[in-house]
């Protein structure tokens, strides 16, 4: 966060003025030294009273007893579909700061006005964009990270009982029809979320699933393809819920300053605060008040950033149920992604490769 320090040391010294028995020292981490640093910290005699995680981490730290619960009547001011993603065990060990969820950045002389809301429509309409347009639909990266999970999520099968269910098995052959008929590039099993996006930039592919940021990279660096460019919601599958991402502050258990921690972390997420972050950055406010001001509900129709804005504020309305992190996420991750690039490689039925790689990932959760 060293590129908003006034907006940081702001908050600091308004919340000390406040509160003239506390001092605050904020120390900023390297993102790549953050969870080994924190992990050692938090489980020292001294840790830090407040620390800045993502939830699959804090979601650790509390499976290993690390944190202090935070009462939920002290979190009124949150979005409470956001306040749900963070229970554990129904206990909250978290606070809510700041949100992020992707939309889709089309180009609108690829897609007319046929703008695909579910993986369904964009089955139907890939035929139709390559043969009248000479362009792919889209380049998911579907074997990057959690991608393909988060997907299946869209379908209530993002578990180890429901992989291999007839329902996974239709949301993979539909990948696996646009992979095979080349209505999705091929690349699609190696490319990266960034790689898809030259492609866009290029014209080579119509929409593409991905942050309000990234308009600001296309306006810079492609901007004849920026010209071109509308936002719509991000596509969803038959529960029609959104992804999203989230950062969160902890409280270590062994903190010495739990309360006042506790104070500030809810002063830095107030209404106030929260809005001139959000003005600063290309964020979602948390705090179910600055969602409802101005600047997340309403938008000039020749302000694209300030649309996308909009557009993804409204998803945190529905983000539920969420993909929840497990213990061994990492290599959740790696067989479900061993098992998509095998059926868009058409290496046995569909079938076939879930039922193994729900057996694998089961034998994980043992």
Do not use: C
């Amino acid at each position: 966060m060293s590129d908003f320090a006034p907006y940081i040391n702001g908050v600091i010294d308004e919340f000390e003025a406040q509160n003239p028995n506390v001092k605050i020292k904020w120390v900023d981490v390297p993102f790549s030294e953050g969870e080994k640093r924190t992990l050692a910290s938090v489980l020292s005699d001294n840790p830090p009273d407040l620390v800045n995680l993502n939830p699959d981490f804090s979601a650790t730290l509390a499976h290993k007893g690390a944190l202090y619960e935070i009462q939920q009547d002290k979190l009124e001011q949150f979005n409470s579909s956001i306040l749900s993603s963070l229970k554990y065990n129904d206990k909250i060990y978290s606070i809510p700061w700041y949100a992020t969820s992707a939309i889709t950045i089309y180009n609108k002389e690829l897609l007319g006005k046929n703008i695909p809301r579910t993986y369904t429509q964009v089955l139907d309409l890939a035929p139709i964009i390559k043969a009248n347009k000479g362009a792919y639909i889209m380049l998911p990266n579907i074997t990057e990270n959690d991608t393909m999970l988060k997907i299946l999520n869209k379908y209530g099968v993002a578990k180890s009982s429901l992989l291999n269910s007839e329902k996974s098995v239709e949301v993979f052959e539909m990948f696996k029809y646009l992979y095979i008929n080349d209505l999705i590039p091929k690349e699609t099993v190696t490319m990266t979320l960034q790689e898809a996006l030259e492609k866009y930039m290029s014209g080579n592919i119509a929409m593409i699933g991905a942050g309000a940021n990234f308009l600001n990279m296309i306006r810079e660096n492609a901007p004849s393809t920026y010209a071109k460019t509308d936002v719509a919601p991000q596509i969803v599958g038959d529960l029609g819920q959104n992804d999203f991402s989230l950062m969160n502050f902890v409280i270590p258990l062994r903190a010495k300053h739990k309360e006042e921690a506790l104070a500030f972390a809810l002063f830095l997420t107030n209404e106030k605060n929260q809005l001139e972050l959000a003005k600063l950055t290309n964020v979602l406010a948390v705090n179910k008040n600055t969602l409802k001001n101005e600047f997340y509900t309403t938008y000039d129709k020749n302000d694209l950033m300030a649309k996308a804005r909009v557009i993804s504020a409204k998803q945190l309305d529905k983000i539920q149920p969420v993909y929840r992190t497990q213990k061994s996420q990492k290599d959740i991750n790696n067989i479900i992604n061993s098992a998509t690039q095998e059926i868009l490689l058409d290496k046995a039925s569909v079938q076939e490769i879930l039922d193994e790689a729900s057996e694998d990932w089961k034998n994980i959760e043992e």
